[in-house]
């Protein structure tokens, strides 16, 4: 029989994974609504971890429906990666003025190396140090999604990562206002604080509008000058890794292509009067790609496995997301942020 002949293996279809992908990002909505404290993406994650821990569901999470949730967790979180950039215009944060954004560079910097230390003295298995430090300094899941892009797992670590990003983000959105309140902080201070610490864009948007709108407004921009440090975090990480293994193995490149098409939004967004209407549905399109990515990162947390080996990850993440919320409010006590 010729090898023409020979049927080829049936390829993977990714549409029963997206389908219930879509169908969580739907749910998570209208917990949202009910709820609106709590960020959809937020929902979105927490769905695809319920989602995992029904046993009878597992086969068809490892089976049918992997292709589907492992094309929206890489695939769909780089495209909204991407549409993040549009979100962020360098005039914006260069109204911050420069003694602020150096200051936010200091806590991101601080809070990424402490972070790494500690997953690395924790003895965290494979990138994990590497992503919790991405995730907790930067942009929460999406900035694991893009660091796990140029790590030699491509991703197999970033399950208790996203969790743990997903569990900090969440409760500061409880805790930030109750101790901005006891220690007397204005709302521009308070603004300032929760777009240095809290780790996702929703999570900044949920915390902050508790202070009012001007709060916010100081949160989101002082919070995307974070997220535009994900290219250049990213491209240092690809180099350093890039020159550790010299010739050997598959050496990722220095920017992934989705991180140079973030940094290219944000010149856009910088340098072209774009329409509302077009903002407005790149951050709809946004918010939806990487909810769906969410719902599928959400699916690989097996939360037995993780109560057995995620002590250690635990600590790593308590500790980074004190040591990021006493800095950046040391910062704004002491420095006019904002």
Known sequence: MSPATVDAPPRARP?????????????????H?????????????LLGIAVA???PLRPLLDGSWKPGLTLAAKRLLRIGVVLLGLQLSLVDVAGLGWVTILVVIAILATT???????GRWARLPGDQPLLLAAGFSICGASAIGAMSAVTRDRGKDAATPV????????????VLPLVGGWVGLTDLEFGAWVGASVHDVGQVVATAQTAGAAALAIAVVVKLTRVLMLAPIVALTSSVIRRRDGGTGVRPPILPLFVAGFAVAVLVRTLIPVPEAVLATAGTAQSVLLGLALVGLGSGIRLERLVRTGARAFFVG?????????VS??????????
């Open 329 to 338: 409010l040391g910062a704004v006590l002491v420095l006019p942020l904002g």
């Open 318 to 326: 308590l500790t980074s997301w004190i040591v990021i919320a006493s």
């Open 33 to 45: 609504l009910v709820l609106p404290a709590v960020p959809v993406l937020t929902w979105c994650v």
């Open 163 to 174: 969790a743990l990003v997903t569990l900090f983000g969440t409760l500061a959105i409880a």
């Open 53 to 55: 821990q029904v046993r």
């Open 112 to 118: 990424f190396g402490v972070t790494y230390l500690l």
């Open 15 to 31: 549409v029963p994974g997206l389908v219930v992908a879509g169908a969580a990002y739907a749910v998570a909505w209208c917990l």
